[in-house]
C-alpha cells in the first residue's frame, strides 16, 4: 500500500491505485498531525498485509459474530516486531509461515526486531482501528440486536489482547533523563552567548553567515523549547517590551503543506488531547538581547535581499528569507553546535555517574531542553506548585508525569551530595580523632 495527501485528506491506496476507504477515513478523521499519521498508517499495513495473507475478511466475519481469534490476534502482534519494510516485501505465504502456529516465539530479540514500545504502539493503533471499523461500519448496518452484541464482544475482546500482550520496554526511570550537569549547562550557555563565533562554524570551517540566528535559537532551546518549537515561532510572538514569547500553533500560516518533516509545535494541531503546548514564557535577559541582535542584524539584511517578503511572519529564516520547511535544518544546526562545544571541551564527563563509560556527553537540541528542565527545579524546588508551573513553561499536558522524573532525578542529586558531604565530615572526624 501507499500514502498520499488529497484536500486535507490522508489515504492508503492499495497496489492498483484505488482507495481503501476505511483506511483512509479512519486516518483523516480521527488524526491531523502529519507525524501521527504515518506512524498509524504503518499499523495499518501491517493488518492488510496479514488479513491478506491469512484470507481474512472482517465484514464477512461479522455476520458471524467474529473478529479475529486468540491465536491469531497473537500471530498478528508478533508482526508488529518486523519492520514495514521487511512485512511489505513478503509473499502471503511466508507471511503465513512467520505468523503461523509453527512459527514460534515473536522476533523481539532478531537484529532487525523494532523496539518493544514501537511494536506496542503499533498494536494499539491496530486496536484502535477495530474500534473505529465496528462503530463506523459494522454497528450502524447490523439490525440483530443478538449479533450486535456478540460482534461488541468479540472486538472488545480482540482489542484488550492488541493492548495487552506487548508489554513495551522499561522507561521512564529519572536516571535517564539525558542532561547536562548544572554548572556544564551554565558553562554551554556561556559560551554560546559570548563565544559565538567559535562555536557556529559553517560545513567548510568558516563563521556561518547565520551566526546570530543559530546563537538566538540554540539560547530559546536553553530556554527549554523544543527543536520543532523554534521553526514555528513568529515575530509576532516575540515580545520583547515584557520579556515574553508566546507559543502557539502557527501551521496555518505556512504557504507550503505541513508534512511529518514541517517543524511545528508538538500538539498543536491537536483537537483530542488537553495538550499544554501552547503557552507563553519569560525569556532571560540576554536570550532577549541575542534575538534583538538577530532580528536587527541578520534577519533584517535577509529580508532586504528580496523583492517581496517570503518570511510568512516568521521569525526564524533561512538564507532564502524564508521560513524553516524542514526539521532537519535545525537539526544539522544543532549538530554541529555538538561538535563545536566538544572540540572545546564543554562537553567533557568526567566523573558523572549518570554517564559511566562515556568520555563525552552527548548533544542535541532536547538536551538542552532537558538540562533547563532540571536546572528549573533546582532554583523552584520540588512541591506540587513547583512541578505544575514546570508542565506550564515546558508544555506538557496537565497529566504528564514528566515533572516528577525530573523532581526524583533531582532529589536524587540532593541526596547524593548530602551523603558525599556528610561522608567527607565523618572522614574528616576520623583522621582528627586518629591524629590525636
Known amino acids: 500500500m501507499r500514502q498520499i495527501f488529497a484536500k486535507k485528506n490522508y489515504m492508503l491506496l492499495h497496489e492498483d ?31 492488510y498485509v496479514f488479513c491478506r495473507a491469512h484470507r481474512i475478511e472482517l465484514a464477512l466475519r461479522a455476520v458471524e459474530g467474529r473478529c479475529l481469534s486468540f491465536d491469531e490476534t497473537k500471530q498478528l502482534v508478533d508482526l508488529c516486531y518486523r519492520p514495514i519494510p521487511e512485512i ?64 461488541d464482544r468479540a472486538y472488545n475482546i480482540t482489542r484488550h489482547q492488541m493492548n495487552t500482550t506487548i508489554t513495551g520496554t522499561k522507561q521512564g526511570h529519572h536516571h535517564d533523563i539525558k542532561s547536562l550537569p548544572h554548572d556544564k549547562f ?64 502557527n501551521r496555518v500560516k505556512r504557504r507550503e503543506r505541513v508534512t511529518a518533516n514541517t517543524p511545528v509545535l508538538k ?69 554541529r553546535l555538538g561538535i563545536r562545544l566538544a572540540e572545546l571541551g564543554l562537553l567533557e564527563v568526567g566523573d558523572d555517574p549518570y554517564f559511566p563509560n562515556v568520555r563525552k556527553y552527548d548533544f542535541c537540541g532536547s538536551v538542552l531542553r532537558h538540562s533547563s528542565a532540571a536546572l528549573f527545579l533546582k532554583h523552584k524546588g520540588t512541591d506540587d506548585r513547583a512541578k505544575d508551573q514546570m508542565k506550564s513553561r515546558f508544555g506538557w499536558t496537565h497529566n504528564s508525569n514528566m515533572p ?22 565523618l572522614i574528616a572526624e576520623a583522621q582528627a580523632k586518629k591524629h590525636k
Not at 131 to 141: A, T
Not at 196 to 204: I, R
Not at 411 to 416: E, F, P, T, V
Open 88 to 151: 511489505e516485501a513478503m509473499s502471503d505465504k511466508k507471511v503465513v509461515f512467520l505468523t503461523g502456529a509453527k512459527a514460534g516465539k515473536a522476533p523481539i530479540n532478531l537484529p532487525d526486531a523494532v523496539e518493544s514500545n514501537t511494536a506496542s504502539k503499533q498494536a494499539n493503533y491496530i486496536s484502535q482501528y477495530l474500534k473505529f471499523f465496528f462503530e463506523v461500519f459494522l454497528d450502524p448496518n447490523i439490525r440483530s440486536s443478538t449479533l450486535r452484541n456478540d460482534l
Open 186 to 249: 551554565i558553562e554551554v550557555i556561556r559560551a554560546i552567548f559570548l563565544r559565538p563565533e567559535e562555536l557556529f562554524l559553517s560545513e567548510s570551517g568558516k563563521i556561518s553567515r547565520n551566526l546570530l540566528r543559530d546563537r538566538a535559537m540554540a539560547l530559546l532551546a536553553c530556554e527549554g523549547l523544543r527543536p520543532g518549537t523554534l521553526g514555528n515561532v513568529t515575530r509576532t510572538n516575540y515580545r520583547p517590551e515584557s520579556s515574553h514569547l508566546v507559543i502557539t500553533d
Open 17 to 47: 491505485g484505488t482507495i481503501h476507504y476505511p483506511f483512509s477515513k479512519f486516518l483523516s478523521s480521527k488524526f491531523i498531525n502529519p507525524h501521527t499519521h504515518g506512524a498509524v498508517s504503518k499499523s495499518l499495513r501491517i493488518l
Open 404 to 425: 516528577e522524573r525530573y523532581a526524583a532525578r533531582t532529589i536524587s542529586d540532593q541526596a547524593n551530595i548530602n551523603l558525599m558531604e556528610f561522608s567527607e565530615n
Open 267 to 335: 500538539l498543536g494541531a491537536s483537537t483530542r488531547v488537553n495538550s499544554a503546548s501552547e503557552t507563553m514564557i519569560q525569556l532571560w535577559p540576554f536570550t532577549i538581547e541575542a534575538i534583538d541582535d538577530y532580528i536587527n542584524i541578520e534577519r533584517v539584511a535577509v529580508l532586504s535581499k528580496r523583492l517581496t517578503n517570503q518570511s510568512n511572519g516568521f521569525l526564524f529564516l533561512s538564507e532564502k528569507g524564508e521560513p524553516f520547511k524542514h526539521r532537519a535544518s535545525i537539526t544539522d544546526m544543532f549538530s
